[in-house]
């Protein structure tokens, strides 16, 4: 049985022996691309973010006079970041 949940983004839900599961339909390749573009960017910035954030937190919260913790957060951030982006990379070439 199939039923649309949301039209605007094409989700449908589907029932099969009693099991509930929804998917979306296929994108075009196009517009995949994109979207996968778009991940990658997103999720190297919010780590770096993220470590920023974290860093400067840090720093305000013992009264440092050199950032030492806002350092080492933009070099975790941005190392997350990498490994994030090396892992969307095999996924994206088909390597576990």
């Not at 839900?13 to 979207?35: D, L």
Request: with cysteine; aromatic share 14%.
């Amino acid at each position: 049985m199939k039923k649309l949940l949301l039209p605007k983004l094409k989700i449908y839900i589907y029932e099969k022996a009693g099991v509930k599961t929804w998917c979306y339909k296929k994108m075009p390749k196009k517009k995949q691309k994109w979207m996968y573009f778009l991940v990658v960017g997103s999720n190297f910035g919010f780590s770096v973010a993220a470590g920023l954030l974290l860093g400067s937190y840090l720093d305000t919260r013992f009264g440092n006079k050199i950032p030492y913790f806002t350092i080492v957060g933009l070099l975790v951030g941005v190392f997350s970041g990498i490994v994030l982006l090396i892992k969307l990379l095999k996924i994206k070439n088909g390597k576990k």
